[in-house]
């Protein structure tokens, strides 16, 4: 009990470290093709299990205000499955915004990245996460990302350099426009590369080590000094 008290003092988050192979752009293009997305699409992408703690009703309906004429082809691809995924299918049609969203349907882990790199930003409004594992992946892939305000965030999300932490649907629609309208591709670019960067700043295997090694280390000083104080 005592071992573990010391550990739980000593104890703070360490994030996995990531890694995806990078799509050539044809075979980006091919899985564009196979979801029916259109080559020239703007594509926000969704990664996760479809339940309703993940909001994602706040997404379909801000999409819902994307004017055609300042994003055309606009698409929302929603990767993953779960029990919410019948109310949000619902939802889409009530939004009038069918032709805007693609379910894929769950996928295997092995092929997530894939999805990811068919994308050209990723978003979330969802406000229940820990660790927020997908957003590290949706950088580490070299999605900006676009996602709801949120404590989990700090230090994850950096507005204005891999991405925006919006707090309403005006701010969303605003950011949403500065990363995917047609004139925006050096920006973007630009974002996707501090995206994969801050990821491996942070979250590289090799980070990851360095920071297990840390934790590990401050524990055993800690359980040493308790030793050396029971002893005299």
Not at 79 to 99: F, I, K, N, S, W
Not at 122 to 144: C, D, H, M, W
Not at 147 to 169: A, F, M
Not at 209 to 220: G, M, Q, S, T
Request: hydrophobic letters at 40%.
């Amino acid at each position: 009990m005592k071992a573990a008290s010391i550990f739980k003092e000593n104890a703070k988050i360490t994030a996995h470290g990531t890694l995806g192979r990078i799509l050539t752009e044809t075979e980006r293009m091919n899985l564009r093709l196979k979801l029916g997305i259109p080559v020239q699409a703007g594509v926000a992408v969704f990664v996760g299990r479809l339940a309703q703690e993940k909001n994602l009703e706040e997404i379909i309906s801000m999409i819902s205000k994307v004017d055609e004429a300042d994003l055309p082809d606009f698409r929302l691809l929603i990767v993953g499955d779960g029990p919410h995924r019948q109310a949000l299918e619902m939802y889409v049609d009530q939004c009038g915004v069918r032709e805007k969203v693609i379910f894929t349907g769950m996928i295997s882990p092995e092929e997530v990245y894939q999805y990811y790199q068919a994308g050209d930003i990723f978003v979330s409004a969802s406000t229940s996460e820990t660790q927020g594992l997908t957003y590290v992946e949706a950088l580490a892939n070299g999605l900006p990302a676009l996602c709801r305000k949120d404590e989990c965030l700090n230090g994850v999300i950096e507005n204005g350099r891999n991405g925006w932490q919006y707090t309403d649907s005006e701010d969303f629609l605003d950011k949403l426009h500065k990363l995917l309208a047609p004139g925006q591709e050096e920006n973007r670019s630009q974002m996707a590369a501090c995206a994969k960067e801050s990821v491996y700043r942070r979250y590289c295997a090799e980070q990851f080590a360095v920071n297990l090694v840390d934790v590990y280390e401050r524990a055993i000083k800690s359980m040493e000094f308790s030793l050396y104080r029971k002893a005299i």
